[in-house]
C-alpha cells in the first residue's frame, strides 16, 4: 500500500522547567557505549471512536511530554561523542504530519514497511538525538503515534516505562509515575572501547521485514515439540527454536564447516543483579545470552531449546559483575564483531516484548488498537509481541531480501503461521 505522509509541522519540544545545572552532564554507561546508534520504534494506532477533538491530541501529546521531560531530562538533550548526553534541554524532534488513508486500510494490510512511513527520521540516525515523536493523523479521524527512542540511552523495557510514563502525564496520573534514578554509569562505568565500533550490524541496503504470527494454538504445539527432559520450553524458546531451524533450513541448507552459528537472546539484567533492580530502573540493563546450536539431520538442531535456557541461566549475578568489574565481555565483543564482519560468524538474533506493557499507553483517548514496529536496520534479526488478545504471538523478522524469499515460503513455517492475519475490529475505522 503506497502511503502518502505530508509534514504539518517540527519543533523541538522543551521541558517544562529547566535541567538544574548539577544534573546538565548523563554519563553513558559501558553498556550505552556498546550499544548500537539507532533508534527503536513503537508505532502506536489509535481510532477515532475516543477523539472528540482533532486538534486536542497534538496540543495534548506536546504540553504532557514536556512536563515528562523535567522527569526523563537526559532525553530532552543530546548524545556527544558516545560518552555522556549533553542535557541542555534543547528539546525532543516532534512532528505533526497528515497521512492520504484510513485505519482499515493499514489493519487489513499490516505491511512492516509501511510504518516506516510514520517514523520522522530514519532509524539508523540515532548518533545525538535520544528521543523523536510523530503524531500522524488519518483521513478517517484515526491517530498514529509513533515514538523511536535512541539505543544509546535506553532498552526495550525502559523504552515502554517511559512512554507509559508519558502518557500517565497525558491523563492527569502522575502520581503512578515510578521515578528512576540516572545513575547506570555508577552500575556499569564507561570503559575505553576503542576497536569497538557501535554500528557494526546496522544494515540498511536490501533488508526486508515480515510480520508472522502465530496464534495460541500454533504455540502450543511448538512448545510440544521442543519439550526437553520432560519440561515444556516457554512460548519464547519453542519459537525461538522452530525460527531458527526455519531460518538454517531454508537458507542455509548445507552449513558451512568453517562457520559459527549463533543465536542471541536479549536479557534483562535488572531481577539477575545483587541485589535486583527495579524494572523501571531507566536506562540500558540488558545483554544478550548467546547459544551456538549444534546441527543433527537434515534440518534440525540438537538440543537448542536446552542449550538456550542454559545460555539464559548464565547471564546471572556472577555474568554481572564480571559485566561491570573486567573487560572479558568487551574483548568478546571486539573479537566476535571482527568475525562477523568477515563473515566468519553467522548469528542471529531474538528480542522478546511479550508480557511487556506495549498495549497501556492511554493519553487519554484509549489504548491503541495495535502496537507495532517497522522495518529495521538489522538483518537476521526477530522481534516478538503479543497480539493485542495476549494469547498469540507476532514475530516480526529482519532479512535480507534474497534469504527472505526463501524463508516466508517454507513449506513448515507456513503451516504453523495463521495465514490469515488477525484484524482488529475498530468502530468508525473506514
Known amino acids: 500500500m503506497k502511503i502518502d505522509v505530508q509534514v504539518i509541522s517540527n519543533q523541538d519540544i522543551r521541558p517544562s522547567s529547566p535541567t538544574p545545572l548539577h544534573l546538565r552532564r548523563y554519563q553513558l554507561s559501558f553498556l550505552d557505549q556498546i550499544a548500537p546508534p539507532s533508534f527503536m520504534p513503537s508505532v502506536m494506532f489509535y481510532p477515532r471512536e475516543n477523539i472528540t477533538n482533532s486538534l486536542e491530541p497534538a496540543e495534548k501529546l506536546k504540553k504532557s511530554l514536556s512536563e515528562a521531560l523535567t522527569i526523563f531530562y537526559p532525553l530532552a538533550g543530546r548524545i556527544k561523542d558516545n560518552a555522556y548526553v549533553d542535557c541542555n534541554d534543547q528539546g525532543v524532534y516532534f512532528v505533526e504530519a497528515k497521512a492520504n488513508c484510513n485505519m482499515s486500510d493499514i489493519l487489513d494490510c499490516r505491511d512492516p514497511a509501511d510504518n516506516n512511513t510514520f517514523i520522522p527520521l530514519e532509524l539508523d540516525g540515532g548518533d545525538e538525538l535520544p528521543l523523536m515523536v510523530q503524531l500522524t493523523h488519518l483521513e478517517c479521524g484515526g491517530l498514529v503515534l509513533s515514538v523511536g527512542m535512541s539505543h544509546k540511552v535506553s532498552d526495550a523495557l525502559s523504552f515502554f516505562m517511559f512512554i507509559n510514563s508519558w502518557a500517565a502525564m497525558a491523563r492527569g496520573n502522575a502520581e503512578i509515575i515510578n521515578i528512576s534514578p540516572f545513575d547506570s554509569a555508577v552500575l556499569f562505568p564507561p570503559k575505553d572501547i576503542s576497536g569497538f565500533h557501535p554500528r557494526t550490524g546496522i544494515v540498511k541496503e536490501n533488508i526486508v521485514t515480515k510480520r508472522f504470527v502465530f496464534d495460541a494454538s500454533s504455540v502450543a504445539i511448538l512448545r510440544d515439540k521442543y519439550a526437553y527432559n520432560g519440561k515444556l520450553p516457554t512460548r519464547v524458546e519453542a519459537l525461538s527454536s522452530f525460527i531458527w531451524n526455519r531460518f538454517m533450513a531454508a537458507t542455509q541448507p548445507k552449513t558451512d564447516e568453517g562457520k559459527l552459528y549463533t543465536v542471541l537472546h536479549a536479557v534483562n539484567l535488572r531481577p539477575r543483579m545483587n541485589p535486583p533492580l ?33 545460555a539464559v541461566r548464565k547471564v546471572d549475578a556472577e555474568y554481572v559483575k564480571k559485566l561491570q568489574e573486567t573487560n572479558g565481555h568487551l574483548d568478546f565483543i571486539k573479537k566476535r564483531g571482527q568475525s562477523v564482519m568477515k563473515g566468519e560468524v553467522v548469528s542471529f538474533s531474538f528480542t522478546s516484548l511479550c508480557r511487556f506493557p506495549i498495549y497501556e499507553a492511554d493519553f487519554g483517548w484509549g489504548k491503541p488498537v495495535w502496537v507495532a514496529a517497522a522495518r529495521l536496520p538489522f538483518k537476521n534479526l526477530v522481534n516478538f509481541f503479543d497480539t493485542q488478545s495476549g494469547d498469540g504471538i507476532e514475530a516480526w523478522i529482519n532479512l535480507k531480501g534474497e534469504e527472505m524469499v526463501k524463508f516466508e515460503t517454507d513449506k513448515e513455517l507456513l503451516s504453523h503461521v495463521n495465514s490469515s492475519s488477525p484484524n482488529v475490529k475498530v468502530s468508525g475505522a473506514n
Not at 289 to 308: L, R, S, W, Y
Open 278 to 310: 527495579p524494572n523501571y530502573y531507566f536506562g540500558n540493563v540488558s545483554r544478550v545470552a548467546v547459544t551456538a546450536p549444534q546441527k543433527v539431520g537434515e534440518d534440525e538442531f540438537h538440543n537448542i531449546v536446552c542449550k538456550m535456557s542454559e
